[in-house]
C-alpha cells in the first residue's frame, strides 16, 4: 500500500483493463483467423448469448465493483467528522455528467452529430456513474449497517419487478428490456434506421439500462463494502484479505443456489449475476490485496498500473480511436501472410500500451 492508495487496486484494475484492451482484440482476431482451432477461447472472450458466464463476463462488474472499492478511501474525511457541503455535491454531480459525457462519445454515437442515432444510456461509464453516485451518497450518508440494508432493498427490488411481471426472461420481452424501449425508444442502443428514415429494434441487442441501474448500484456498493473492510485498521492485512475472501465465496455459492429461480444473465444484469460477479470480484481483490499489499510481491506486476492508475483514459481511447490506420500503414506489407490480422491486433495494442506507459511514466493521470 502506498500511503492511502491500494497497489492491488491499481494493478487489478490494470489487468481487467489488460484484457479487455490488450488481450482481447489479439484472442478476437487469432479466433476469427483460425476458427477451427480456438473454439474454447472464443467462447471464454465474447458474451454469453443469455443465461450463463464466462471470463469476458466479469470485466464490466470489476470495473463497477472496483469503482466502488474507492470510496471509502477518497470520502473517508466524511465519515470523520466532516460535514458534505455544497462542494462535495457538486464534485459528485460533475463525476455523474462526465462519465456520462464519455460514455455518450464512447458508445452513445455522440460524435455523429446526428441526434436520430444518439445513445443516451448505453455504456459502462454511465453504468459506473448512476451506482458510484447511489454508493457515495449511502457512504457518506448512512452507517455501514444501513448501506447493507439499501444495497438488500435494491436487490430486492429489481428481484421484485421480474416477480411480478411472472419472471418473464424473454430477452426481447423481459420487463427490463420493456422499460429500455419505453423510455429510449428510437435512442436505446440496438435500434436501426432504415433509408425512408423509420426505425425498428435490432432483435440480437439484448442489454438493459434503466432498471438494471437498480443492481448496477448494487455492484458498486459491494465494491464499497469490500473497500471498508480493507481500510478498517483494527483488523491485521491478512484478516481483512481473509473476510473479502469468505464474503466472496458466500456470495458465489448464494448465486448458484438462487440461479435456479432466477438465473445469472448479465445482459439484464439479474439479482444473481450481480451476486455472482460480486463474489468472484471480492475473491480476486482478496487475493491480489493478500499478495501485493500484504505480502509485497508486486514485482513484474507494476506495469499493469499502466492501465489501472489511468483507467478512464485507457478504456476511452481504446475505445474510440482506430489505430489500425497507424498499423496497417506500416505493415501493410504483410497483408498475405495468414498472421497479418492477429498482428496488426497486436500492433493497435502495443500503440495503446505505450501512450499509457509514457503517460504513467510523466505521471499525467486524468481523473473523472
Known amino acids: 500500500m502506498t500511503g492511502k492508495r491500494l497497489d492491488s487496486l491499481d494493478i487489478l484494475r490494470g489487468a481487467d483493463l489488460f484484457l479487455l484492451l490488450f488481450l482481447g482484440p489479439i484472442f478476437h482476431a487469432i479466433c476469427y483467423t483460425f476458427p477451427s482451432s480456438t473454439g474454447w477461447l472464443l467462447t471464454q472472450t465474447e458474451h454469453v448469448a443469455w443465461e450463463g458466464f464466462v471470463l469476458w463476463d466479469i470485466i464490466m462488474p470489476l470495473f463497477l465493483f472496483m469503482s466502488g472499492i474507492t470510496i471509502p478511501f477518497s470520502m473517508a474525511k466524511y465519515r ?54 447511489v454508493a457515495a451518497l449511502l457512504f457518506v450518508h448512512l452507517k455501514p449497517r444501513w448501506q447493507i440494508v439499501a444495497a438488500f432493498v435494491l436487490f430486492a427490488a429489481y428481484w421484485a419487478v421480474f416477480a411480478a411481471s411472472g419472471m418473464n426472461l424473454d430477452p426481447q420481452d423481459n420487463v427490463a428490456m420493456v422499460v429500455d424501449k419505453a423510455v429510449l425508444g428510437a435512442h436505446r442502443d440496438g435500434v436501426t434506421w432504415a433509408a425512408d428514415g423509420s426505425w425498428s429494434y435490432d432483435w440480437e441487442y439484448q442489454y438493459t439500462w434503466i432498471l438494471s441501474s437498480l443492481n448496477f448500484a448494487v455492484s458498486v456498493l459491494l465494491g464499497s463494502f469490500a473497500g471498508q473492510i480493507l481500510r478498517n485498521s483494527k483488523k491485521a492485512p491478512a484478516g481483512r484479505a481473509a473476510v473479502v475472501a469468505i464474503i466472496g465465496v458466500v456470495l458465489v455459492a448464494a448465486a448458484l443456489l438462487l440461479s435456479p429461480l432466477f438465473p445469472i444473465i448479465k445482459k439484464i444484469w439479474s439479482s444473481t449475476m450481480t451476486l455472482y460477479a460480486g463474489g468472484i470480484s471480492f475473491l480476486l481483490i482478496a487475493l491480489c490485496y493478500y499478495v501485493v499489499d500484504v505480502l509485497g510481491w508486486h514485482k513484474g506486476l507494476d506495469w499493469l498500473k499502466y492501465y489501472g492508475k489511468n483507467s478512464i483514459t485507457a478504456y476511452c481511447i481504446g475505445e474510440v480511436i482506430i489505430f489500425s490506420s497507424v498499423s496497417e500503414s506500416l505493415l501493410h506489407g504483410l497483408g498475405d501472410w495468414s498472421w497479418y490480422p492477429v498482428v496488426i491486433a497486436l500492433a493497435n495494442s502495443l500503440i495503446l500500451f505505450f501512450i499509457l506507459r509514457y503517460l504513467y511514466k510523466k505521471e499525467i493521470f486524468l481523473k473523472v
Open 80 to 133: 470523520e467528522g466532516l460535514r458534505p457541503d455544497g462542494r462535495f455535491y457538486l464534485k459528485l454531480l460533475k463525476r455523474f455528467c462526465l462519465l456520462f459525457l464519455l460514455g455518450w462519445i464512447v458508445q452513445g454515437n455522440l460524435l455523429d452529430f446526428d441526434w436520430k442515432v444518439f445513445h443516451p444510456f448505453a455504456n459502462t461509464l454511465q453504468s459506473i456513474a448512476v451506482g458510484y453516485v
